[in-house]
């Protein structure tokens, strides 16, 4: 099936030939194609080729929070009713997922269908690394494309700090296109505007890193409004309260989300590896396959602390976000809690054993 004039208006927000063909069941059922522009509390607005709609999802959601229509999501809405509601929505290219601040076993969905995921980091305050590794990690996991920028680089006005700056965040995000920005000045856009120009992209960080500044510089627009952050901290007030996806107009859409004060993993394995890819290189060339790299014989990751070509500040960040991990997993994955409870028990009896070996006097 090809795109037809009646889907053209949908085209700016992302629209083509593979959800067309995705979408084609639901066309000969009479449902209406729309990408989700907002949710909020149980509603959606989404924009179809007859305008912005208003729809509920509880069809959809009844109660499962990762089958949560999102902001992002293609769906299939009823032409009519009253309430009128979204019947389901496509297969996701991606997502992006953290666990829920509560002690639940949930996961929230932030964002649907993302090709870059555009972390702000403010350089009004110090750097936290670990962080930043926490937002690369979920990006990575998404499927999406990170890209790391550091805003309100005129408030850094020595060049060599800014430049230490930058050196510091490459490190910690191998891969990745790290970009300064100051949408005060109007400057270093032009890259961020190609980026993004190329898809859907989601804005993330904490509050006060101006991402609703930054969403406008690349809108062209006051659109979003913005708060100073406060002095005596650094950290910004809510000013973004719900997920917006917004038409961009030098083309791709743009995903400004709430403030993040918790950054929970949520099943991140492969993208905590993608962050830490030099440690699991060197892990590789560890004498042991399963060197815990502490004290075993043969480690290349010590070897690399020893010799200085490793901070231990990346080999503890990167132990402690795959303990979170695996904790997170273990609530929904009984084998994994099995396996746990044995490596605990495992570890005391060698303790208990090694503690009465010394009593007797035979280490």
Known sequence: MTSSSAFTSLLPYGWDETWADEFAPYLAEGLLAGRVIRVDRGQCDVVTADGVLRADTAFVTPDDPMRVVCTGDWVAVEPGGNPRYVRTYLPRRTAFVRSTSSQRSEGQILAANVDHAVIAVSLAVELDLGRIERFLALAWESGAQPVVVLTKADLVPDPVTLSHLVQDVETTAPGVPVLTVSAHLDEGLEVLTAVVGGGTSVLLGQSGAG?????????????????????????????????????????????????????????????????????????????????????????????????????????????????????????????????????????????????????????
């Open 211 to 363: 991402k609703s500044t930054l969403a406008n510089a690349l809108l062209g627009a006051e659109i979003m409004d913005v708060q100073a952050t406060r002095d005596t901290d650094g950290k910004g007030r809510h000013t973004t309260t719900t997920r917006n996806l917004l038409v961009l107009p030098g083309g791709g859409v743009l995903i400004d989300t709430p403030g993040l004060r918790g950054v929970g993993l949520w099943d991140a394995q492969t993208g905590v590896g993608q962050v830490f890819a030099e440690i699991e290189q060197l892990a590789a060339r560890c004498r042991f396959h399963d060197c815990a790299h502490e004290a075993e014989p043969g480690c290349a990751v010590l070897a690399a602390i020893e010799a200085g070509e490793l901070p231990v500040r990346r080999l503890d960040s990167y132990r402690k976000l795959l303990r979170e991990n695996q904790r997170i997993v273990a609530k929904t994955d009984a084998r994994l809690r099995a396996e746990i409870r044995r490596d605990w028990k495992r570890k005391g009896a060698e303790g208990r054993a090694a503690m009465q070996a010394k009593r007797n006097g035979r280490l």
